[in-house]
């Protein structure tokens, strides 16, 4: 069992930064990869990035070049950096985990979710 907490979520304005952080608990969390999705008001959940066992990255076209995912492996915390926000940025942004080995990372099916943070971009 693996449970993920997020925080950092914030009111920002348009073109500033927040950090993400998802902090994880639970055994042999270096195998798992891990993932951002959001959801905005009224919208489906979209895939935002994600980071495999191995640190490799993959990122949705919408955020390419302004978000960072990274990890940390020995706190177990995964963060997303999120720069040059948008208004349609804002949303409830969730972290995901798989037990997933590796360089892959997938866009979808993860096993486990947080609870979400909220992210408001204000213009």
């Known amino acids: 069992q693996v449970q993920l907490v997020e925080s950092g979520g914030e009111l920002v304005q348009v073109g500033g930064s927040v950090r993400l952080s998802c902090a994880a608990s639970?055994?042999?969390?270096?195998?798992?990869?891990f993932a951002w999705f959001r959801q905005a008001p009224g919208k489906e959940r979209e895939f935002v990035s994600c980071?495999?066992?191995?640190?490799?990255?993959v990122y949705a076209e919408s955020v390419e070049g302004r978000f960072t995912i990274s990890r940390d492996d020995v706190t177990n915390t995964v963060y997303l950096q999120m720069n040059s926000l948008k208004p349609e940025d804002t949303a409830v942004y969730y972290c995901?985990?798989?037990?997933?080995?590796?360089?892959?990372?997938?866009?979808?099916?993860?096993?486990?979710r947080g609870q979400g943070t909220h992210v408001t971009v204000s213009s």
């Open positions: 995901a985990a798989d037990p997933l080995g590796g360089s892959y990372c997938p866009a979808n099916e993860y096993d486990y």
């Open positions: 980071i495999s066992s191995a640190h490799s990255t």
């Open positions: 639970g055994n042999n969390l270096d195998y798992y990869a």
